[in-house]
């Protein structure tokens, strides 16, 4: 049988409609001509068994010994010849590569073939193959395989949160948990804070908003996991447009928030400086605009800190870097 029908009969067999070319086109090679089984009236059967009726009718490859045999009687017969033709290892079978694909184990009769020729080194890899394994613990094996890799199921509900960002000066990220941006009188307050600690900024802040889950009903596998990546992508979008940051400001220090600081995995020394692990930045957190701005006594709180802040700005500006 050529190969052409006999594809077209393990495609039918798999339950696989095949289309034939009915004409042919202008400038195209004659289509070769081959032998067209005569189609018979069956009774109705399966796929699946019509599938494993083809795989146990298809031709074998001739076992080791018969190799060697029909080699050494072309040798006789060649009257002298210096040497012998090595027999070939013979490739796998239709047989063989249509059960490879359902996951079936090889047949019994194709076992010495391929013992007869072990790879190099691997003798012993065969010979427990072939002996101490069954070939249905074989089968009952792969799917354990599959399970292995399956992904755990989404059934958790995530962790939500909700921050507003910006950068100044593209070096120190600021963030605000919630939902709305700072109105004018956090903005003029921010404004009069870098001012305090001496940092001259050459533009405003334009804030982002970024809410975790992206879908209100979505579930996770991972909800802690699935959350840093979300996070970790977001701010890898601006720093793509030239953020450098060196520091993360906190402005918000509510129950809101206690999701956000384990996102971002903020860990105090025993110095007392916070740090976070997803940005490897250190921290600062302290209370809302809103509230800063209507307590002084948050304000001389955070005057000494403005001053250092004032230091570290001006030790790692650039402009000094470069001078």
């Not at 029908?5 to 009915?22: E, F, I, K, N």
């Not at 796998?92 to 072990?118: F, I, N, T």
């Amino acid at each position: 049988m050529t190969p052409e029908p006999q594809r077209l009969q393990y495609l039918d067999a798999m339950g696989l409609t095949a289309w034939v070319g009915r004409y042919q086109l202008p400038n195209a090679l004659p289509t070769q001509a081959c032998d067209w089984p005569e189609p018979q009236a069956a009774e109705a059967v399966a796929p699946q068994a019509r599938l494993h009726a083809l795989i146990d009718e298809a031709p074998r490859p001739p076992a080791a010994h018969q190799t060697a045999d029909a080699s050494h009687g072309s040798s006789a017969q060649a009257g002298g010849m210096a040497g012998s033709a090595t027999p070939r290892p013979a490739g796998p079978s239709p047989a063989s590569s249509a059960r490879a694909l359902l996951g079936m184990a090889p047949a019994a009769v194709e076992a010495p073939a391929a013992a007869a020729s072990p790879a190099p080194g691997a003798a012993e890899t065969s010979s427990t193959a072939s002996w101490g394994t069954p070939p249905t613990q074989v089968s009952a094996e792969a799917p354990a395989a599959d399970e292995a890799v399956t992904p755990p199921a989404a059934d958790k509900p995530p962790l939500r949160f909700s921050i507003q960002l910006a950068a100044l000066e593209g070096r120190w990220l600021i963030m605000l948990p919630g939902d709305e941006a700072p109105h004018l009188e956090g903005e003029a307050l921010l404004k009069a804070l870098w001012r305090a600690a001496g940092i001259e900024a050459a533009s405003g802040l334009t804030f982002s908003h970024f809410r975790w889950p992206l879908l209100p009903n979505l579930k996770a596998s991972a909800p802690l996991e699935e959350a840093r990546e979300g996070l970790h992508a977001f701010l890898s979008g601006p720093a793509r447009r030239g953020w450098q940051p060196e520091r993360l400001l906190i402005f918000g220090s509510d129950e809101a928030s206690e999701t956000l600081r384990e996102v971002l995995g903020i860990t105090v020394s025993e110095r007392g400086e916070a740090t976070s692990s997803l940005l490897n930045l250190p921290v600062w957190q302290g209370p809302a605009l809103p509230a800063l701005a209507r307590s002084s006594e948050a304000k001389r709180k955070l005057w000494p800190l403005l001053i250092r802040w004032g230091r570290e700005w001006q030790s790692a500006s650039p402009q000094t870097g470069a001078s």
